[in-house]
């Protein structure tokens, strides 16, 4: 079974509005952390915000907020007022367990996003 | 903070040569790198972790002669394809973990585009 899950290969949205990118993930562990990454089309990759599973709060970076729901098992990213450069793939990720131990991570297929001018 | 350098950006070469590729934390140290490799609108797979001082740890099915990693210092990686063929062309991406984070942030160099001929 797939531990991360983006089930929207291709979404768009119209400049400044906002766009919810969907991220549903499987582990048993109890203590685990959540990545979302940013990659244009030059092909790096950029970390967006992190939240870790015994964060209360959701996470909040700029124009970038986690819409972290535990007992639904989804971590979703929200982009609130998009703009053209935010036109790239975008990947969840997960560290399953205790960060340290050079803990790798899982990562999801990824959601392709366009903005509309 | 965070920026990792990756040289070449690119390369180009024949058949049954090999190419190395330097992975640099500039700005930290770090003890793990790990090395990715993504085919066209596909997700990132992790190829090895690289621990500084120690030999790389490979993920299944890839060859640890075919890839050699060193981390020979807290700062740089470096992954070198032996005797490259054209199956081995792809997008090979870096990361690095500082150190100090407790979250397993990776941070991703600009990636390498290997083609061969």
């Known amino acids: 079974a797939q531990k991360i899950t983006q089930t929207q290969p291709g979404m768009f949205v119209q400049e400044k509005e906002a766009v919810t990118l969907d991220c549903t993930y499987d582990?048993?562990?109890?203590?685990?952390?959540l990545f979302w990454y940013k990659q244009p089309s030059s092909g790096e990759m950029i970390f967006l915000i992190y939240?870790?599973?015994?964060d209360e709060q959701n996470a909040t970076e700029g124009r970038y907020s986690l819409n972290f729901q535990k007992a639904r098992k989804s971590a979703n990213l929200v982009i609130s007022a998009s703009q053209l450069g935010d036109s790239a793939m975008y990947f969840c990720?997960?560290?399953?367990?205790?960060?340290?131990?050079?803990?790798?991570?899982?990562w999801g297929l990824g959601t392709s996003l366009a903005v509309n001018p | 903070g965070a920026v990792v350098s990756q040289h070449p950006s690119w390369v180009i070469c024949k058949s049954g040569t090999s190419v190395k590729i330097e992975c640099r934390s500039l700005?930290?140290?770090?003890?793990?790198m790990f090395w990715y490799r993504q085919f066209p609108k596909q997700s990132l797979m992790l190829m090895a972790t690289?621990?500084?001082?120690?030999?790389?740890?490979?993920e299944q099915g890839v060859e640890k002669d075919k890839f050699l990693i060193n981390h020979a210092s807290l700062t740089l990686s470096t992954l070198t394809v032996t005797s490259a063929h054209p199956e081995d062309s792809s997008f090979y991406i870096c990361?690095?973990?500082?150190?100090?984070?407790?979250?397993?942030?990776?941070?991703f160099g600009p990636g390498t585009r290997l083609t061969v001929l």
């Open positions: 990361s690095a973990r500082p150190q100090v984070l407790r979250t397993d942030t990776q941070y």
């Open positions: 700005d930290f140290q770090a003890t793990t």
């Open positions: 690289s621990n500084e001082g120690s030999k790389a740890t490979y």
């Open positions: 582990t048993s562990d109890q203590s685990y952390g």
């Open positions: 939240q870790g599973s015994y």
């Open positions: 990720a997960m560290r399953e367990g205790r960060a340290g131990n050079n803990r790798k991570l899982i």
